[in-house]
């Protein structure tokens, strides 16, 4: 997602749009290699390493535990992985593949 995007969004907010569900939580577990994000709706969504690179359009993570090194930004509404600088939008996986 790109920075213009992302202040559109950010943009957004601050004009009181509610955008979808929050991020409130996500765990990479190595031994699944998966990542749980959690929802502010109670709802979850479950990724696999390479679902999670394809996202972000890296074609490829080095080393997949980097994915365990996160941090939900945008008032809940982004997860970003600093290696490899992917940032991924929650409420457009929420859409995807939310099971509740």
Request: net charge negative; glycine share 12%.
């Amino acid at each position: 997602m790109s920075d213009a995007e992302i202040d559109q969004h950010q943009g957004a907010l601050l004009e009181g749009s509610r955008l979808g569900p929050r991020i409130v939580n996500a765990h990479f577990s190595d031994e699944s290699r998966e990542l749980t994000i959690k929802f502010d709706n109670e709802s979850s969504v479950v990724l696999s390493a390479s679902d999670v690179q394809d996202l972000g359009g890296t074609g490829g993570v080095p080393d997949v535990r980097a994915l365990s090194k996160h941090e939900i930004t945008g008032d809940g509404y982004y997860l970003y992985f600093p290696l490899p600088d992917i940032a991924v939008y929650g409420p457009e996986l929420h859409g995807r593949t939310a099971a509740g």
